[in-house]
């Protein structure tokens, strides 16, 4: 099965918001509400900061925000700030054949 | 708060197979909520799952990798390994060891080794 499918970059100024969108099938993030997103600095271990779609493991900025409608799920980050320059990658179950599938990643670049 | 060592050759040789442990202190792996497992980054690329086992021994691996892969448990040592056959160089990746949250406490990894980078060469 092939990977999620993410914007390979986006950007926004300090203060600003962005949203990076995750595009699976019916069979993944259509199907389940188990989408997980994960920030990664270069060199560094990915940290999750979305889980099932929408909830913040505890000591996660409530500036991140995740929804979906239909076969796409969304991260949102308000009021960006420069240490939120990273790699983000999206994750969803998908069955208990494939069981789970990343996104490509997007690098998010603060002006 | 849980922390992970991972262990094991950094090199590996094409054909042979890639061995890594990852041992886990701060926490017990015998938890029923948790399964443990690895993820792989080839460098410069994406994020791919390599596979989960619970404590009982109950374990998920991807499908492109199913036929090379193998995940075992030692709770005595609080440990579980990886195991990969006949690597070649698309094998070169950093590889980490994480938790499975997969219960009514969520469905994601909540924690990751710092990661270690096995190259695939001869």
């Known amino acids: 099965q092939s990977a999620l499918t993410q914007p390979a970059s986006v950007s926004g100024s300090p203060g600003q918001s962005i949203t990076i969108s995750c595009t699976g099938t019916s069979s993944d993030v259509g199907s389940y509400q188990l989408v997980s997103w994960y920030q990664q600095h270069p060199g560094k271990a990915p940290k999750a900061m979305i889980y099932e779609g929408s909830k913040r493991p505890s000591g996660v900025s409530n500036r991140f925000s995740g929804s979906k409608s239909g076969n796409t799920a969304s991260l949102t980050i308000s009021g960006l700030q420069a240490e939120d320059e990273a790699d983000y990658y999206c994750?969803?179950?998908?069955?208990?054949?494939?069981?789970?599938?990343f996104g490509g990643g997007t690098k998010l670049t603060v002006l | 708060q849980l922390q992970f060592q991972e262990s094991g050759p950094g090199l590996a040789e094409p054909s042979e197979t890639l061995s890594l442990t990852c041992t886990v202190s701060g926490g017990s792996i015998s938890g029923s909520s948790y399964y443990w497992g690895w993820i792989r980054q080839p460098p410069g690329k994406g994020l791919e799952w390599i596979g989960t086992i619970h404590y009982s021994g109950s374990n998920s691996y991807n499908p492109s990798l199913k036929s090379r892969v193998t995940i075992s448990v030692d709770t005595s040592k609080n440990q579980f390994s990886l195991r990969l056959t006949s690597v070649t160089a698309a094998d070169t990746a950093v590889y980490y060891c994480?938790?499975?949250?997969?219960?009514?406490?969520?469905?994601?990894?909540?924690?990751w080794g710092q990661g270690t980078l096995v190259t695939v060469s001869s």
């Open positions: 994480m938790r499975h949250v997969d219960s009514t406490l969520g469905y994601y990894f909540d924690y």
């Open positions: 994750c969803s179950y998908a069955g208990s054949s494939t069981f789970v599938l």
